[in-house]
C-alpha cells in the first residue's frame, strides 16, 4: 500500500492554489544552508519552472561545496542581484523564523502579494500569509513532495535528485527517528524517478571532505568531557583550532554527531568559540530529552532529537551553563520515566 498521508489538506489547496494563480515566485531558505534547505529550495524551483513559472533564488549564504552536483545550483543568487526586484510571492522554506533568511534578506526581498512558509521545525513560527509546518514530516523536502503529488505532479529527474538529497541529509541517511516507513517509501520512488545512484549521492554529500577538517576534528574531539553517570558528552572547538587547521567554523559541523555515538549518551553537545564573547551550540539527542526545549533557553530551536543555539559567553562558560541545563533535563526525565525503561 502507499498512501500519503496529508495531515494539513486546508493549507495544500491554498498553496496549490497559489502555484496556479500567480507567475513570479522567488524561494529562500535559512543561513549556513543545509542539505534539506538547499534540496527543498532547488526541488520546488524545478518543479515550478516546469510549470512554467518564473522562479529566483536568494540565500544569504553561499552554496556549500558538497551540494555543488544539484541541477541549478549556480541560479542560487545573493542579496545583490535583488535591487529593485519584488516576487509576487516569497517562499520561504525549513526556516523557523524569518529572520533566519538573514537579516538583509528579509528586509530587501518583499514578495507583492503573499509571503508563504513552508518548514518541519517544531519551534517553527508562522510568520507567512499562509504557513504549512507539518512538525511530523522528516525534512522540508519531503513537504515539498507531498506538494507536488497534490498537485498531481510531475515530479522530474532534478526535482527528484534534489528532493531525495534533502531527505537523505536531514535523516541522517535514513536513520533518525523521523525516517519512516513513508520516508523510505518517498525515498525509493524519487531514486525511480531521478535514475540516480544513491551510493553516488551519499559520496558527493559527506565524502568528499578536505583533509583540514578531519584534522579539525582529531583537536575537537581531544577535548570530549563525559559527566561521571555518562549520559552528557561535551566538546568544544576555539579559533586557534580553526587557524591551527585552516578551516571556517562550517567544519565543525558533523562533530556533534560522533561524540553523540557514545554508548548510554544520552545529550551531546558541541561548543563552537565565535568570538571571545559569544559561543554556538549544537545539540543532539538519544534519550528523552527534547534539546529543542532545552536550546529555546536559550533562545535557539530545532528538533527534539536535533537542535542549537547561540550564547553570549566565552565557551568554558558557555560549555558550564549547558551542561548543568543538560543535567537538569536528564534528572526530569529519569524522574519521569523511570531509570530503568530506557528506550
Ligand atoms: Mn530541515
Request: net charge negative; charged share 20%.
Amino acid at each position: 500500500m502507499n498512501t500519503l498521508q496529508i495531515t494539513d489538506m486546508q493549507n495544500y489547496s491554498t498553496l496549490l492554489t497559489l502555484f496556479d494563480q500567480y507567475h513570479d515566485f522567488a524561494l529562500s531558505t535559512h543561513i549556513n544552508p543545509d542539505g534539506d534547505a538547499i534540496g527543498s529550495e532547488l526541488g520546488l524551483y524545478h518543479f515550478l519552472t516546469e510549470l512554467g513559472k518564473s522562479v529566483k533564488i536568494f540565500n544569504t549564504d553561499a552554496v556549500p561545496e558538497s551540494y555543488r552536483f544539484l541541477p541549478c545550483w549556480d541560479n542560487i543568487e545573493d542579496v545583490h542581484s535583488i535591487s529593485t526586484y519584488r516576487p509576487e510571492v516569497l517562499i520561504v522554506l525549513d526556516a523557523s523564523t524569518l529572520a533566519r533568511i538573514g537579516k538583509r534578506l528579509s528586509k530587501a526581498l518583499l514578495p507583492t502579494h503573499e509571503l508563504v512558509n513552508i518548514d518541519h521545525h517544531a519551534t517553527a513560527e508562522a510568520f507567512g500569509d499562509v504557513n504549512l509546518i507539518m512538525p511530523s514530516a522528516s525534512s522540508t523536502s519531503e513537504i515539498i513532495y507531498k506538494l507536488i503529488k497534490c498537485h498531481q505532479g510531475p515530479i522530474g529527474k532534478a526535482c527528484a535528485l534534489c528532493l531525495y538529497t534533502g531527505i537523505m541529509f536531514d535523516t541522517g541517511c535514513f536513520r533518525h527517528s523521523n525516517t519512516t516507513v513513508e520516508t523510505h517509501r518517498i525515498a525509493a520512488e524519487l531514486i525511480e524517478i531521478g535514475e540516480f545512484a544513491p551510493d553516488e549521492v551519499y559520496r558527493n554529500v559527506y565524502e568528499q571532505l578536505p583533509v583540514a577538517k578531519i584534522r579539525l576534528s582529531g583537536e575537537v574531539l581531544r577535548t570530549l568531557q563525559v559527566t561521571d553517570d555518562g549520559k552528557i558528552a561535551s566538546v568544544y572547538a576555539t579559533q586557534g583550532m580553526l587557524r591551527k587547521t585552516g578551516t571556517t567554523p562550517d567544519a565543525v559541523e558533523g562533530i556533534v554527531n560522533q561524540i553523540q555515538a557514545i554508548a548510554g549518551v544520552e545529550v551531546a553537545l558541541c561548543a563552537s568559540e565565535m568570538t571571545a564573547r559569544s559561543t554556538k551550540i549544537s545539540l543532539r539527542s538519544q534519550g528523552h530529552v527534547d534539546v529543542s526545549q532545552l536550546a529555546a533557553e536559550f533562545e535557539g530551536g530545532g528538533h527534539a532529537r536535533a537542535a542549537g543555539c547561540r550564547i553570549a559567553m566565552p565557551y568554558p562558560a558557555a560549555v558550564r551553563t549547558l551542561v548543568q541545563t543538560a543535567q537538569r533535563y536528564i534528572d526530569q526525565s529519569s524522574s519521569e520515566h523511570g531509570d530503568c525503561q530506557k528506550d
